[in-house]
């Protein structure tokens, strides 16, 4: 059996906990043990009473925790979080747990920080620092788990950084998530701002995920202003890559649209989203999120009886849409709210 390699908790799948308790001298039994009660049962270790306490810490000191928590931040009654992580190298990132009355929602970043740049985003304005493990990302629905009463049954890679600029450990996480913790695959929500070749791999990957796409803009001058990307990869791309995805997987996609006052929610642009949102295999869903403020940008969310009217005229051309409730705004953990960075 090989020595074993991994460094932090949630880096090991089966194997590896097996090659540790080898190292431990103990029965290959308990690592299946183990590894149950961490993912199948989504346990801490402490909680882990059918391994005796001396091995368990044996086990905490070999296999650490990825990330120390720097603050968590709760709002809506409890009924959000957020968790403000360190990691061992000094990276901070944002994990957010959105809790409903029979299961909860785990929104995961995939970077500290983000390269895209995007202008209306607290994360694209304070920019990258680095790509995230498959073990931070696990790591992050499992810890959000065992402070939430609920099941969690939905991931969406929603908050810090651009999961399809990291595919490698987005979808070592969505494997390890599907595999180990015994989520749906379509319960895992990869959102992305238009990494075409990303998309192509992700229509390549095995798992029939749910792929969500960051439009908000319905022409390419005015998807250049707030998504800098659009300019290597234009809306006609992007929308194709997409196509392809929904005919390959069988699955509806969806687009995230943040409305933002008089810049992008008025009749015509509707009309226009429409238009460009035709011949997808399952119909297209478009997600409308009322602008967070941030910081460095100037704009507004549009008032509500705009992006009702905005909904209205997609569904009028057939197109369904939905108005997202925001939350965690007062703990700034709302879309595109969050922003961590080192001191
Ligand atoms: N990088 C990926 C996923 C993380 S961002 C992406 O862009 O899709 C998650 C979602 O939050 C995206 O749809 C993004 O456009 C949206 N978002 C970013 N800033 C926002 C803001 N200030 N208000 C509302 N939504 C925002
Ligand atoms: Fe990055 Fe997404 Fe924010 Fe754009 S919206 S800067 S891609 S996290």
Redesign the pocket.
Known sequence: MKAPTTATRYDTRLADLEAWMNAFGQPAYRARQLHEGLYTQRRPLEDLTNIPKALREQIAEALPLALTVDTMQTADDAMTAKWLWRASDGAQIETVLMRYTARATVCVSSQAG?????TF?A??QAGFERHLSAAEIVEQVLRAQHASPQRVSNVVFMG???PLANPDAVLEACTRLHDDVGLSARHLTV?T?GVVPGIERLTEFELPVTLAV?LHAPDDALREEL?P?NRRYPLSAVLDAARAYAERKGRRVSFEYACISGVNDLPHQADALAGKLTGFRGGAHVNLIPLNDTAGYPGHPSESDRIAAFADRLRAAGIEATVRRNRGTTIDAAC?QLRSRNP
């Open positions: 983000c390269a895209m740049g995007c985003c994360t694209g810090m950084g651009e959102s701002v960051s998504v990307l595109g």
